[in-house]
């Protein structure tokens, strides 16, 4: 997977709507004199950022995926089922849509990526806040589940809201950062992006025992000394930072976190976390470089929504996979 995920991502960077030679570009890899300028910072400033936002987004939504689907023991659950998207969501709304509400100095650092970013970050962690206080009161895995789908409806009304009462204008900028964008960031965000989930994968190591002992029930968990509370802290504030992260920086992506850990689980037939962390890791970039591959439209000036391309092309493909499966065993 490691050798496909290298190959799949070489493929992606050669890839694009101004075809480089591939001498060219291999010539621009290596540091070398190349025909044209710009060739090489479309390649550094642009591909490559691009190729690398892919990796971390596919990573840390299909770890997001799976730590979900094993705390609530649900298929169905995601990395936006707690409302952080929603949350994220709502901070970027607020700071776009109310712009004109507000006025001054505040709609002009609407446009700036980085003010997106601290009010997407700042909503998603509201939502974490308030979620975190419920966990502290409610025992109840599954009510903790309903609670962060109501925040995701609340926020979800607010937006509606504030796009009733926004220019044309503003309602257009917030829809197009709702399509998802991998290609926005520049080398400094990046870093940034990538420093705050290396330190978030970090903490799943405390958790690899605890949620293998979850798949087996939480009386079943406790009785082998796991401490549930504990647990549910690390994972929902893991996850919550992963998500919020990947919202602030490339928008809300859809499908890869619900799809990514159960295509891990058929390719690999385990459901060892110590496999299945790493697993869909991998997984998860491999699938986002290939539908940013397809989002590029190569050899076209044509860009698709990565959002529309994650659901259109990756869904099918899980469903066939299940139906072929379950053919199979019958």
């Known amino acids: 997977?490691?050798?496909?995920?290298?190959?799949?991502?070489?493929?992606?960077?050669?890839?694009?709507?101004?075809?480089?030679?591939f001498k060219q570009f291999v010539a621009i890899l290596l540091n070398s004199p190349v025909e044209n300028e710009s060739w090489r910072y479309i390649v550094l400033h642009f591909r490559i950022p691009k190729s690398i936002s892919a990796i971390l987004v596919g990573s840390g939504l299909g770890i997001s995926g799976l730590l979900m689907q094993t705390l609530f023991r649900n298929p169905l659950a995601g990395p936006f089922v707690l409302g952080i998207s929603s949350g994220a969501s709502l901070g970027v709304a607020t700071l776009l849509l109310g712009a004109s509400a507000?006025?001054?100095?505040?709609s002009s650092i609407a446009v700036s990526n980085w003010s997106i970013?601290?009010?997407?970050?700042?909503?998603?962690?509201?939502?974490?806040?308030?979620?975190?206080?419920?966990?502290?009161?409610?025992?109840?895995t599954m009510s903790i589940l309903i609670i962060g789908l109501m925040f995701g409806s609340i926020s979800a009304a607010i937006i509606n809201v504030l796009s009733y009462f926004s220019s044309a204008e503003e309602l257009q900028q917030f829809i197009f950062w709702s399509f998802g964008s991998l290609g926005?960031?520049?080398?400094?965000?990046?870093?940034?992006?990538?420093?705050?989930?290396?330190?978030?994968?970090?903490f799943l190591i405390l958790v690899i025992k605890p949620?293998?002992?979850?798949?087996?029930g939480e009386n079943y968990a406790r009785s082998l000394g796991i401490n549930l509370k504990q647990t549910r802290y690390i994972v929902l504030i893991v996850t919550s930072l992963i998500t919020g992260v990947i919202t602030a920086f490339s928008g809300p992506i859809a499908f890869i976190g619900l799809a990514v850990p159960h295509l891990t689980k058929l390719i690999f037939t385990t459901s060892n976390h110590r496999i299945l962390l790493p697993a869909v890791a991998i997984l998860g970039a491999i699938l986002m470089l290939i539908c940013d591959s397809i989002a590029q439209?190569?050899?076209?000036?044509?860009?698709?929504?990565?959002?529309?391309?994650t659901s259109l092309f990756g869904a099918p493909i899980v469903i066939w996979l299940l139906v072929r499966k379950h053919k199979t065993v019958l």
Request: net charge neutral; hydrophobic share 60%.
């Open 1 to 21: 997977m490691l050798i496909l995920l290298v190959l799949v991502w070489f493929l992606n960077i050669n890839l694009g709507s101004i075809h480089i030679p």
């Open 102 to 106: 507000i006025g001054g100095v505040f």
């Open 117 to 140: 970013s601290i009010a997407s970050s700042l909503g998603s962690f509201m939502v974490l806040s308030a979620v975190l206080i419920a966990v502290k009161r409610i025992r109840n």
């Open 184 to 202: 926005n960031l520049s080398w400094e965000e990046l870093g940034v992006f990538a420093s705050i989930l290396f330190i978030s994968f970090l």
């Open 211 to 216: 949620l293998n002992s979850l798949l087996l």
């Open 297 to 309: 439209v190569p050899t076209s000036e044509y860009t698709l929504p990565i959002n529309a391309v």
